[in-house]
């Protein structure tokens, strides 16, 4: 069963405890910071990129710094997550949280050090976050400001696919793929369930100043999603040399290339084998492969059919986001 599985695929050396959280899956330490996250003050120019883990959200976040802060590639040059921090990151794992216990032994300052620094960022502040829409901030729920979010998300497939390789790189996974989309499929990794995430921008889009993206319309057309981006943040047209500059910037290869941007070292810094111990290898890299439909390689038939049952089921009354999505 899925417990079983969970527990047997995450290096034994650490026995994370989980914790249902209002809906969303997440270790238990995130009770820690889930206060000064509901409480967290939000400004009128503040710009969020939310998004599911692996949608996407470094390249969105890259590209959505460089639109806002009129694109100078010496400027850009800060990294990530300097310029762009990830709010309820608490410096122990990617996507933020080992359980409570272990949390407190071997971290014992790193817990909500990321809020507290995107709390005192200078205005305007670029922040990321992957909570899903009703566990945002209780100021940015209910527009109490004028702040603007841009979402972006991306095929499950692909994000199962990616999201694996994560897991392998930086949260203690040694187990198969066909048990990582069972953990997928059955909500049981971060920040799940999937469908939930993203239906909860979608449904709350028109009324928040909610840019929603996707991964694929970048892929396809990246400029236009850059003047689209450009528009939404109320910034004037590039030029055309511009555009061309960034989009260059913004390309796989670039992004793969750029130290400020492809989390070369996540494994290190954030201690893989303290958390982990010293029998984890971390695999993999962070900027990995970049493409879409990846699933139509690497996933059986069966799995495919698995999830493409399993997303009709969950958009069954979404059927504006199932054309736009799938
Ligand atoms: P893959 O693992 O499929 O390659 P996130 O930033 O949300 O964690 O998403 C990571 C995914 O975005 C990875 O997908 C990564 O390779 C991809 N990615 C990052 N930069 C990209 C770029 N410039 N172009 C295309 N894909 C990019």
Redesign the pocket.
């Known amino acids: 069963d899925l417990d079983n599985i969970l527990s047997l695929s995450i290096s034994p050396e650490v026995p994370i405890r989980y914790m249902n959280y209002h809906g969303m899956f997440v270790p238990d330490s995130y009770q820690l910071i889930a206060d000064s996250i509901e409480n967290f003050q939000i400004r009128d120019d503040d710009v969020w990129v939310c ?12 590209m959505v710094w460089n639109i806002g802060n009129n694109f100078d590639p010496n400027m850009a040059k800060t990294p990530l997550p300097i310029k762009f921090p990830f709010v309820e990151f608490t410096g122990t794992t ?1 996507t933020g949280w080992i359980s409570l216990n272990k949390a407190d032994s071997i971290f014992p300052d790193h817990m909500s050090k990321s809020v507290e620094y995107a709390a005192n960022l200078p205005s305007p502040r670029f922040l990321k976050t ?1 909570l899903p829409f009703n566990l945002l901030p209780r100021q940015l729920r209910t527009r109490e400001k004028k702040s603007k979010m841009i979402y ?1 998300a ?1 095929n499950p497939k ?2 199962c ?3 694996y ?2 897991y392998k790189l930086l949260e203690g996974y040694c187990s198969t793929f066909e048990n990582f989309s069972k953990l997928f499929l059955g909500d049981k990794v971060y920040y799940a369930p999937f469908w939930d995430h993203v239906i909860s921008y979608w449904d709350n889009k028109e009324n928040n100043d909610i840019l929603f993206l996707t ?1 694929e319309g ?2 396809k057309d990246l400029s236009s999603v850059i003047k689209q981006t450009a528009a939404f943040l109320n910034k004037s047209p590039m030029s055309p040399e511009q555009l061309c500059r960034l989009k260059e910037h ?7 290339k750029n130290p400020a ?2 989390y070369e070292n996540a494994a290190e810094s954030i201690n893989a084998s303290k958390i982990f111990g010293e029998n984890f290898k971390a695999e993999g ?8 439909g ?1 699933w139509k390689s690497f996933m059986s038939p069966e799995l495919i059919e698995r999830f493409d049952e399993w997303t009709k089921l969950k958009l069954e009354n979404h059927r504006d986001l199932f054309d736009k999505m799938i």
Do not use: C
């Open positions: 998004s599911f883990p692996k949608a996407g959200t470094t390249w969105t976040q890259e990617t992957h972006v991306r692909d994000v696919i990616s999201y390789h994560h991964y970048m892929k913004l390309s796989f290869d670039s992004m793969k941007a492809n890299v962070f900027i990995r492969k970049g493409e879409y990846q």
